[in-house]
């Protein structure tokens, strides 16, 4: 099975910057997607970017230009550094792998991003 562990959330001023990490380990194929999704209390969960092993990216719209999706195979971890943070940008981030090998999906427990004055 596949672990995925998240840290870097916290509470931070609009116009700051956090970088989340996200490190996987177990039994890992090497051609997969990997990625984050958030999720505001009352709103529906979106993808906010996600990154295939050969380092293509997708972000949502609502980021592009902020955030930033990349990874490290050698660590097996995937980061997303997030600046000129906006309050809207509260919710709870959860990453994600999917494997392109055995089309399984793995979740980490999610991280809390806060972004008030």
């Known amino acids: 099975q596949v672990q995925l562990v998240e840290s870097g959330g916290g509470l931070v001023q609009p116009g700051g910057s956090l970088r989340l990490s996200c490190a996987a380990s177990?039994?890992?194929?090497?051609?997969?997607?990997m990625g984050w999704y958030r999720q505001a209390p009352g709103k529906q969960r979106e993808l906010v970017a996600s990154i295939t092993s050969g380092d293509s990216t997708n972000y949502a719209d609502s980021v592009k230009g902020r955030f930033t999706i990349s990874r490290d195979n050698a660590k097996k971890t995937v980061f997303l550094q997030m600046n000129s943070l906006k309050p809207e940008d509260t919710a709870v981030y959860s990453c994600?792998?999917?494997?392109?090998?055995?089309?399984?999906?793995?979740w980490g427990q999610g991280t809390q991003v806060t972004v008030s004055s």
């Open positions: 177990g039994s890992i194929f090497s051609i997969n997607v």
């Open positions: 994600y792998l999917k494997s392109l090998t055995t089309w399984l999906d793995y």
